[in-house]
Each structure stands twice: as C-alpha cells, then as structure tokens.
C-alpha cells in the first residue's frame, strides 16, 4: 500500500483541488481506493478502518459487541482525538509560542478533557485487556496511536497503569507495526 504525505502546515489539505477531488472537509487521512469502476476517496480515520478490517476477526460478529466497540471508536472522535491529540499537535509541530490567541484560550480545557478521557480508558481497562473486551479489535486499533504519543502533548502517561500496560500488550501483538 502506497502512502501520500500532506503538509497540513503548508495548508496541503486546503488546495481547490484537495477539497474537489481528495476530501471536501479539508483533512486527512483519506484512504485512496482503486476499482476497475474508478478511484474512491474514503476520508474519516474510522471509516477507513472499518473499511480495511471488514470481515476480519478485528471486528465481532456478535451484534452487542460489534456496537460495543463503535461506542469505544466513537469515544476516540468525540473525547480523545480533539483533545489528546490535538494538544501535541499544538505542542510538538506548531509549538506553544506560535499559538493563536484562540489556540491558547483552549489549551487548559482540552488538557482536562483529555486527561478525562485517560482517566475513563484506565478505569476501563482494569478489569479486561483490550478496550472491547479481551481480544484485540478496531476500537484499539483507533485509540493507540495518539495514547502512545499522548506524552507529546504533556499528557503524563505514569498516571495511568492500566493504559501502560494496555500500550504493551498491544505492541506485543504478533503484527504489530510501530509507527515511524
Ligand atoms: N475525524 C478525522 C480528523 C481528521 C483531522 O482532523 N485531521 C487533521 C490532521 S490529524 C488535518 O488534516 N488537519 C488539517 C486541516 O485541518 O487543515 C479523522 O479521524 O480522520
């Protein structure tokens, strides 16, 4: 599978012709899909997701589970991404002293939110391995990439074990990539 980089500082995903044929909503990632009928563009990280692992063992069969673990992917929009993840964003590539005034007013409600939204995956994640359950699927898939980061955005991972020990497991999966 082939990737394209976009500078989202340079406004890459911003271009007339981004927004006419990649993603109308400005962002990334998009996964690119080529058919004999043609090239499809499927923005939304999750939608992505749950199109690349449909029929996999990543997503339960059993209809209680299968929206057991929507609710943990939709948890990842709403509570963790905007405010976990967009702290470090705000931190480590735009950096703090380059803030908008806006940027800066949000700083101290995102932190809370986010260090909310560790706290719940912790407590969560006391009593089985996996967000879902205990095997591996999407939902964990959705939330490790900015946990494991979320230090980079002064988030201090020591406070919350469980989550720690969550990261290794899924780093100990047979497959697992780490990010670059
Ligand atoms: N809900 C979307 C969020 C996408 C998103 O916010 N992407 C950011 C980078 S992580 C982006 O492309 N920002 C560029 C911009 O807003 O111009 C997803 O999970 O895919």
Redesign the pocket.
């Known amino acids: 599978m082939d990737a394209r980089q976009y500078d989202?500082i340079q406004?890459e995903?911003?271009t007339p012709e981004f927004l006419a044929k990649v993603n109308a909503n400005?962002?990334?990632?998009v996964l690119q899909i080529d058919s004999e009928s043609g090239t499809r563009f499927l923005?939304?990280?999750?939608a992505a997701c749950w199109y690349l692992a449909s029929g996999s063992y990543l997503i339960p069969q059993d209809r209680f589970a299968q929206a057991d673990m929507l609710r943990w992917m939709f948890f990842e929009?709403y509570n963790h991404?905007p405010n976990v993840?967009t702290l470090r964003?705000w931190l480590r590539f735009v950096g703090e002293a380059n803030l908008s005034e806006q940027q800066r007013a949000q700083v101290m409600a995102k932190r809370m939110a986010g260090q909310d939204a560790l706290a719940l995956m912790d407590s969560e994640l006391s009593s089985r391995k996996f967000m879902a359950g205990n095997v591996v699927t999407l939902a964990d898939i959705a939330l490790f990439p900015y946990t494991h980061v979320a230090e980079e955005g002064g988030f201090a991972l020591r406070d919350y074990s469980n989550v720690q020990a969550w990261i290794e497991r899924i780093e100990a999966l047979p497959k697992f990539v780490p990010m670059v």
């Open positions: 989202i406004g995903t911003r400005g962002r990334i990632p923005p939304e990280s999750n929009q991404e993840a964003f």
